[in-house]
């Protein structure tokens, strides 16, 4: 397995490259935008494809490198299902798992340093954002920070992993790089409390500054959805009341771009082909499916996910492969559901 803990010295930042193999998909948690240039190298020297890019939480301290990372690469965004970003390309649950060759993550909702906050557990490690820092744990006082729920988050959920498990954080000021639970749950000096009131009581203590970097960060960290506004200039978006009066015509195929689960979870239009966003390459080339749908049926295609995101790099890749009859739905299955459109499980 290829693992990377790159750091941001501006913001004390750790991000995370995770992937299985040398030439195989990669994912990042916790991109800073000064630094991808950084992670683009380091992804082309290794030969790294990177497939998502994951932020553990709206950060208030640095600016996510998420957008710009999905604009390079055509990656994946994905945050927590109650982020207030305004789009990203996959919202992900408690439970849900993110994987792909020689890398399976398992999401736990930690609330408490925010509202959106998530860890990310595989095998021997743990991924715990600003939930628990070595020696330390996330500030709980703004951005619905709430001490009782992180005292949950930590006691009632990662410290229940096994003591071996490795903890890397999203930030160090020290210079600590990597910990164990049952190392935190020993030395952690916010973790020796005997009850959730006391631990409310020690974080309410605290009086922190607001980060340098807030007033940008946070502002910047909600908006950063794709553009989709050239897309529609080109006339290759279609809206949620266009595509519930054309779905279900022979010359047209609607093709979900989505993963399994949120298929599970959220249900599908009916009648519609499915078509995970990372095979669609494969598919618009020659001898592909879509290439072949678009080409000798002469079918009409129509892409949609979650949001519009992935449908909208998906309709620009396949426009530029030469299937000038791809359009997408704008705002994806949020937006066909808003319009009352008919969703299938
Ligand atoms: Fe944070």
Redesign the pocket.
């Known amino acids: 397995m290829i693992f990377r803990q790159l750091f941001d010295a501006v913001s004390s930042t750790y991000s995370y490259l995770l992937a299985g193999r040398c030439g195989g998909e990669a994912l990042i948690i916790d991109p800073v935008i000064d630094k991808v240039e950084r992670y683009l190298q380091l992804m082309r020297e290794l030969d790294l494809k990177l497939v998502k890019a994951i932020d553990t939480?709206l950060?208030?301290?640095h600016i996510s490198g998420l957008g710009a990372l999905r604009d390079r690469t055509h990656c994946i965004t994905v945050m927590g299902e109650r982020s207030a970003v305004d789009v990203v390309s996959m919202r992900i649950a408690d439970g849900d798992r993110l994987q792909l060759e020689g890398v399976d993550l398992e999401a736990l909702y930690t609330p408490g340093?925010?509202d959106d906050s998530f860890c990310f557990r595989m095998a021997d490690r743990v991924f715990t954002g600003?939930t628990l820092l070595i020696r330390g744990t996330?500030r709980t006082d703004f951005q619905n920070g709430d001490a009782r729920a992180q005292y949950e988050s930590i006691f009632g959920r990662l410290l229940k992993l096994p003591d071996d498990t490795r903890v890397y954080p999203?930030h160090d000021y020290k210079g600590d790089t990597v910990s164990t639970i049952g190392e935190e749950r020993r030395c952690n000096p916010r973790l020796q409390v005997k009850s959730v009131d006391e631990y409310v009581e020690l974080m309410g203590k605290l009086r922190l500054a607001n980060p340098k970097m807030m007033d940008v960060a946070v502002p910047a960290n909600m908006k950063i959805g794709l553009s989709q506004d050239e897309i529609t200039r080109r006339g290759w978006a279609t809206t949620a009341q266009q595509a519930m009066e054309i779905a279900g015509r022979p010359d047209v195929v609607l093709i979900d771009l989505r993963e399994r689960p949120e298929r599970e979870r959220h249900g599908a239009i009916p009648g519609s082909l499915h078509l995970p966003y990372p095979s669609l390459q494969e598919s618009t080339c020659a001898g592909g499916m879509l290439r072949a749908l678009a080409t000798s049926s002469g079918k009409r295609l129509v892409f949609y996910c979650a949001f519009g995101e992935r449908s909208a790099m998906a309709v620009q890749a396949a426009q530029e492969a030469g299937l000038s009859s791809a359009c997408h739905l704008q705002g994806g299955l949020a937006a066909w559901k808003a319009a009352g459109g008919p969703v299938e499980r």
């Open positions: 939480h950060h208030a301290d340093h925010t600003d996330g999203g």
